[in-house]
């Protein structure tokens, strides 16, 4: 790895022209020697996906629904949902947002939460639960 270091001036060093002229490599004081070294056969880290997002319920209602009371996500052809809570139709989602959530998510499980926030939201958890279906072509 190579550190160029502008405190430690080598102008005696050829190797450095241009834009490096008058750095030199310092390793030894350098953080970045101060790094743990690489394990054979690992691999950089990727970010863990996000696990649950929240969405507006459109055109609620929710009297009576308690802060994390589940709700049944219904897809439509349409890239439309239909949110109940039991048997009362709690609201919906956006065409847009269903879309989207097809598109990322399709085929992957799901449950949902009534939060109790204003405007009422649904907190939708992946990894268990039904699954989303794909985005209709």
């Not at 490599?25 to 394990?39: Q, R, T, V």
């Not at 649950?52 to 009371?69: A, F, I, N, R, W």
């Not at 097809?102 to 109790?116: D, H, I, P, S, V």
């Amino acid at each position: 790895m190579r550190i160029y270091d502008e405190e430690n001036l080598d102008f005696d060093d050829d190797e450095f022209d241009g834009e490096m002229a008058g750095y030199s490599l310092d390793e030894e004081n350098s953080i970045f020697g101060k790094l743990a070294p690489e394990k054979d056969g690992e691999t950089l880290a990727t970010p863990i996906p996000q696990n649950e997002q929240t969405v507006l319920l459109c055109e609620p209602k929710v009297e009576g629904l308690k802060d994390g009371s589940p709700l049944n996500l219904r897809f439509t052809r349409n890239d439309g949902c239909e949110v109940y809570a039991g048997n009362k139709k709690a609201g919906y989602l956006k065409a847009a947002y269903v879309k989207k959530l097809k598109a990322e998510r399709g085929g992957q499980n799901a449950l949902a939460y009534f939060k109790l926030t204003v405007p009422p939201m649904a907190r939708i958890v992946f990894g268990e639960g039904e699954p989303i279906p794909a985005i209709s072509e």
